[in-house]
């Protein structure tokens, strides 16, 4: 299936407790097939993976990263071209603690090269994938813009001052003790 992966014949079919031996570099990445060849960039293993229908192409990596987003990391304008093109992937998912999509993830990779040609081919991907997520859901990417990191509103008491949560709980006591 996967070309630079396949059992190598010279070592031998089966190892000594009768398990097959494969290449040490399978086990290397830990990363699913398609991962994989986004990784290395093999697109002629994408496209047969994404042509075969067994293939999920939204299965998450141990990262929770998915093939898009694996794609947008490493500037695979290719992959990026060809996942955008199968209709079961989905390019609004989300991955990591501040919830970036692929486009976030080739904007941050975009801001931490000073590669102009990098930085040129970053912006490409970032904008695909961006006018793929307005097609596939509009709301999606206003919201995964608008400041994935903005602290929630603070608590405010009737005189409009921020409450804290020591604040609250003696609030709380002196309303029990004048009702």
């Known amino acids: 299936m996967f070309s ?5 014949p010279a070592n031998g079919t089966k190892a000594a407790n ?21 990784r290395f960039n093999k697109t002629e293993e994408v496209k047969k993976l994404l042509a ?3 293939v999920d192409p939204n299965k998450r990596a141990g990262d929770k990263s998915t093939p898009l987003i694996m794609a947008a990391r490493v500037g695979n304008v290719e992959a990026v071209k060809l996942l955008l093109a199968d ?22 990779k975009m801001s931490n090269t000073r590669n102009a040609a990098k930085q040129a081919q970053f912006n490409q991907i970032a904008k695909e994938i961006e006018d793929a997520i307005l097609m596939y859901k509009p709301a ?18 009737r005189k409009g001052r921020k409450t804290t949560r020591r604040n609250r709980k003696s609030q709380r006591k002196t309303r029990r003790r004048s009702s």
């Open 140 to 157: 999606t990417l206003a919201a995964a813009n608008a400041a994935p990191n903005a602290a929630p509103a603070a608590r405010r008491n």
């Open 52 to 54: 075969d229908p067994s």
């Open 4 to 8: 630079m992966f396949k059992k190598s």
């Open 87 to 108: 209709s079961r992937v989905d390019p609004a998912l989300t991955y990591g603690y501040d919830n970036r999509t692929a486009a976030g993830e080739a904007r941050a």
């Open 18 to 38: 009768g398990a097959p031996k494969r290449n040490w570099t399978e086990f290397a990445t830990g990363l699913p097939p398609l991962h994989r060849a986004i």
